[in-house]
Antibody
Framework: QITLKESGPTLVKPTQTLTLTCTFS??????????VGWIRQPPGKALEWLAL???????RYSPSLKSRLTITKDTSKNQVVLTMTNMDPVDTGTYYC?????????????WGQGTLVTVSS | EIVMTQSPATLSVSPGERATLSCRAS??????LAWYQQKPGQAPRLLIY???TRATGIPARFSGGGSGTEFTLTISSLQSEDFAVYYC??????????FGQGTKLEIK
């Protein structure tokens, strides 16, 4: 079955760079059409899509955060890494990774449990 | 950017009753709309995609409708486990996915 799990620091200081890793199983990012996305959620607030990466290394970013985000994949390790630079307290929230599909878009059908990131000095 | 607006923000319904949640898009998203359920401390769970297709394992009491700019999620007979926050998401303007602000479904 498909599972995803996020990992990374729980606390980062303002201006620092956040690096999150999504480790997944049950699918391969070398399979045509497969993608992984990152979504975040500030405490008590709505979901916000951040970035996507696909099997062919196509990368897409939220326009409002594009200058701060980088998404990469390691197919051999079944991992996707998201980096976000210049962290600010408003970036505090739970960060999720989720399974996507380029050809068969049906929303995000599998999600990780999420990882809470707090930005504070 | 397409803005998704959900209403109401909070809906109070008694167990066993029907609940209808609304989602409006600022421009047409065709039928490229999904609904998610999120319980406290949990990740969202996909309920409905393509506006009206239930995801795998989702009970038949959940149904979605609409197209274009107006969508609904109906829960026909509320169970205790259905009280949660529900989000809609459009994926018509790939890759610029956008979510609604959520509707909290609470016990009356």
């Amino acid at each position: 079955q498909i599972t995803l799990k996020e990992s990374g620091p729980t606390l980062v200081k303002p201006t620092q760079t956040l690096t999150l890793t999504c480790t997944f199983s049950g699918f391969s990012l070398s399979t045509s059409g497969v993608g992984v996305g990152w979504i975040r959620q500030p405490p008590g607030k709505a979901l916000e899509w951040l970035a996507l990466i696909y099997w062919d290394d196509d990368k897409r970013y939220s326009p409002s955060l594009k200058s701060r985000l980088t998404i990469t994949k390691d197919t051999s390790k079944n991992q996707v890494v998201l980096t976000m630079t210049n962290m600010d307290p408003v970036d505090t929230g739970t960060y999720y990774c989720a399974h996507d599909h380029y050809y068969d878009r049906n929303g995000f059908d599998y999600w990780g449990q999420g990882t809470l990131v707090t930005v504070s000095s | 950017e397409i803005v998704m607006t959900q209403s109401p923000a909070t809906l109070s319904v008694s167990p066993g009753e029907r609940a209808t949640l609304s989602c409006r898009a600022s421009q047409s998203v065709s039928s490229n709309l999904a609904w998610y359920q999120q319980k406290p401390g949990q990740a969202p769970r996909l309920l409905i995609y393509d506006a009206s297709t239930r995801a795998t394992g989702i009970p038949a009491r959940f149904s979605g409708g609409g197209s274009g700019t107006e969508f609904t999620l109906t829960i026909s007979s509320l169970q205790s486990e259905d009280f949660a926050v529900y989000y809609c998401q459009q994926y018509n303007t790939w890759p610029l996915y956008t979510f609604g602000q959520g509707t909290k479904l609470e016990i009356k």
